[in-house]
């Protein structure tokens, strides 16, 4: 029989969990995680978890391969020592752009990642903004998604920004940003682009009104924030106001720090999905917590509530 809830972080966001395992009222359990001298990673649960409905909150953001090897082994781990049930809480999910073959002989990762937690044993995953809506459809277990907008969309609505019009950075992310428009009272635009090479983007044109307006860019994360500054620039040169980049996942890879600080961006809203260390942080970035949102999930999840009310009371 499934018993109490029972919180475990990996290495990658343990201030996350923490935050998660304070909403829940709970303690984070007390897990060993430690590195060989050769690199190897070791995991070993320092309480009982036999019965227990366990969750383990692991981002799989950089070191993404040591992230990803680590929850397999608490997964494991956790399997062994009879947990009742494992959830594999993911609030960043690794992989995630490689979700189908653009050369011949390409992986999938992202369905491979999502094979691999099964093999280790989990029963379910929990996820945040993926980076596709395909990529539900890779995992043979349950899973279930959940949204950081209604973070992101709080802060905004504090700002009480007027003449907003929220940007899709693309034709991918129109979606999301049609959803924060809505929620937003904005208008939508979206910026028509091109791919020459992978990390690379050109604006081809921009689609809506944005002349003397504030413009919110939305994006899934912010990679190398390629897509975001050649954004900003388009928007800059058709006439916006303040600009305003939000994202669910700040992966900030190679110069983004430099260049989004450098940017025209009045500020850049990401999430704590990723635990972002010092030396990233900069000026213009404000972090919002998804600790509520995820902690909602997991109760929902642990006490057989329906998920699906949880999110719609979190998007109102």
Do not use: W
């Amino acid at each position: 029989m499934v018993k109490k809830v029972k919180i475990f972080s990996g290495s990658s966001n343990s201030e996350l969990a923490k935050e998660i395992a304070l909403i829940l009222k709970s303690k984070l359990g007390n897990v060993e995680l430690k590195k060989f001298k050769d690199g190897e990673s070791y995991v070993n649960f320092l309480e009982k978890v036999r019965g227990e409905d366990v969750f383990l909150v692991q981002s799989t953001g950089f070191p993404q391969n040591d992230n990803l090897m680590e929850l397999f082994l608490m997964i494991d781990a956790a399997r062994r020592a009879s947990a009742g049930k494992i959830t594999a809480v993911i609030p960043y999910y690794g992989y995630a752009k490689q979700d189908r073959r653009v050369a011949d002989r390409e992986p999938i990762s992202a369905k491979l990642v999502a094979n691999l937690l099964k093999a280790a044993g989990a029963d379910k995953a929990l996820l945040m903004d993926l980076h596709t809506d395909q990529i539900q459809g890779f995992f043979e277990m349950q899973a279930d998604f959940v949204y950081a907008a209604p973070a992101i969309i709080d802060y905004l609505k504090k700002k009480k920004l007027k003449d907003l019009v929220v940007v899709s950075p693309d034709v991918g992310s129109v979606k999301r940003a049609r959803a924060y428009a809505k929620r937003l009272d904005a208008e939508l635009a979206i910026i028509d682009k091109r791919r020459p090479k992978q990390n690379m983007a050109e604006v081809m044109n921009v689609i809506g009104e944005i002349n003397e307006k504030n413009c919110l860019i939305v994006d899934d994360e912010i990679n190398t924030g390629g897509t975001i500054i050649n954004a900003i620039h388009a928007l800059k040169k058709r006439g916006a106001k303040d600009i305003f980049v939000a994202a669910s996942h700040a992966v900030l890879a190679g110069d983004a720090v430099k260049n989004l600080q450098n940017s025209e961006a009045k500020e850049v809203i990401v999430t704590n999905s990723i635990s972002i260390p010092k030396e990233k942080h900069f000026s213009k970035l404000k972090i919002v917590s998804v600790a509520v949102i995820l902690g909602q999930a997991i109760q929902a999840m642990h006490s057989g509530k329906s998920l699906s009310e949880v999110i719609q009371k979190q998007l109102k």
